[in-house]
């Protein structure tokens, strides 16, 4: 059933020590959540990701920030061992006017050395549209302000992206 969730702050959420543990986490909500909307809602000081729609479709985020925080901001699960981008979509996730700032990768001996403020993944009908990433911080050049994985943007699967900004980042501003 789609859910309306706003003007809410989330703090102190998400321990890097808990797999799927995030500050908000729609789980395999697939056609069932779609129409659900999150607006004004700011995760901080947060320790894993922040906004995560894990195959679930037709989510909106709409003002959302996630400044301060360890880890990709919003972010994608990735195909696990013997799956393809493919077998892990979400759909229709439109991510409007969101912002990731100051964020860490994280010093623990699991944490890579990528990071991303937008992580851009598998499914049909996804949007970022006038999205700021700022402050994304790393070790080498996957530390960028939006990622997509690999099998995430195909002829097939393209994603709308549309007057994003990214600066102040260690590394790129994109990296696909």
């Given at each position: 059933?789609?859910?309306?969730?706003?003007w809410?702050?989330?703090?102190?959420?998400?321990p890097k020590?808990?797999?799927?543990r995030?500050?908000?986490?729609?789980?395999?909500?697939y056609?069932?959540?779609?129409?659900?909307?999150?607006?004004?809602?700011?995760a901080?000081?947060?320790?894993?990701?922040?906004?995560v729609p894990?195959?679930s479709?037709?989510?909106?985020?709409?003002?959302?920030?996630?400044?301060d925080?360890?880890?990709?901001?919003f972010?994608?699960d990735?195909?696990?061992?013997?799956q393809?981008?493919?077998?892990?979509?979400?759909?229709e996730?439109?991510w409007?006017?969101?912002?990731?700032s100051?964020?860490?990768f994280g010093?623990?001996?699991?944490d890579?050395?990528?990071?991303?403020?937008?992580?851009?993944?598998?499914g049909h009908?996804?949007?970022?549209?006038?999205?700021?990433a700022?402050?994304?911080?790393?070790?080498?050049?996957?530390?960028?302000g939006?990622?997509?994985?690999?099998g995430?943007?195909?002829?097939?699967?393209?994603?709308?992206?549309?007057?994003?900004?990214?600066?102040?980042?260690?590394?790129?501003?994109?990296?696909?």
């Amino acid at each position: 059933k789609p859910q309306k969730l706003g003007w809410l702050g989330l703090r102190h959420l998400g321990p890097k020590q808990v797999l799927g543990r995030y500050s908000l986490h729609v789980h395999m909500g697939y056609d069932a959540v779609h129409g659900t909307t999150v607006e004004g809602a700011v995760a901080y000081d947060t320790g894993n990701h922040a906004f995560v729609p894990h195959l679930s479709d037709g989510i909106t985020f709409t003002d959302c920030v996630v400044h301060d925080s360890v880890k990709q901001a919003f972010w994608w699960d990735p195909a696990g061992d013997g799956q393809s981008a493919g077998d892990v979509p979400s759909n229709e996730i439109v991510w409007d006017r969101c912002v990731a700032s100051l964020l860490d990768f994280g010093e623990g001996p699991e944490d890579g050395h990528s990071n991303a403020g937008f992580m851009m993944g598998a499914g049909h009908g996804n949007v970022a549209r006038n999205c700021v990433a700022v402050g994304v911080r790393g070790k080498s050049e996957g530390a960028t302000g939006f990622q997509w994985h690999a099998g995430s943007n195909d002829e097939t699967h393209p994603w709308v992206f549309e007057d994003n900004l990214a600066h102040n980042n260690t590394h790129s501003g994109l990296f696909y």
